[in-house]
Nanobody, 117 residues
């Protein structure tokens, strides 16, 4: 079992920045990639960014150049630095990981990000 605890959401004006954090605990030896998904009201959950233990990253086209995912393997924590935020970035952001062997997925509880003036 892996537990994911997120923090850092909130309300920010367009053009502002926020930093999300997600700390993993439990059977962390079983996981590799960690990342973030988001779900806006009335829309499907979508990938935002992922990062492997080795530091390889993947981003949704909609956030490239604005968001940066990073990881501290010693702290089992992944971060999402979000800059130049837009109203369309408003969503619940979920931390994600999965077991390498079974591919069982784990999700955090979600943190609300609201971009509004």
């Amino acid at each position: 079992q892996v537990q994911l605890v997120e923090s850092g959401g909130g309300l920010v004006q367009p053009g502002g920045s926020l930093r999300l954090s997600c700390a993993a605990s439990g059977s962390i030896f079983s996981i590799n990639a960690m990342g973030w998904y988001r779900q806006a009201p009335g829309k499907q959950r979508e990938l935002v960014a992922t990062i492997t233990k080795g530091g390889f990253t993947n981003y949704a086209d909609s956030v490239k150049g604005r968001f940066t995912i990073s990881r501290d393997n010693a702290k089992n924590t992944v971060y999402l630095q979000m800059n130049s935020l837009k109203p369309e970035d408003t969503a619940v952001y979920y931390c994600y990981t999965r077991e390498v062997v079974s591919e069982y997925a784990y999700w955090g509880q979600g943190t609300q990000v609201t971009v509004s003036s």
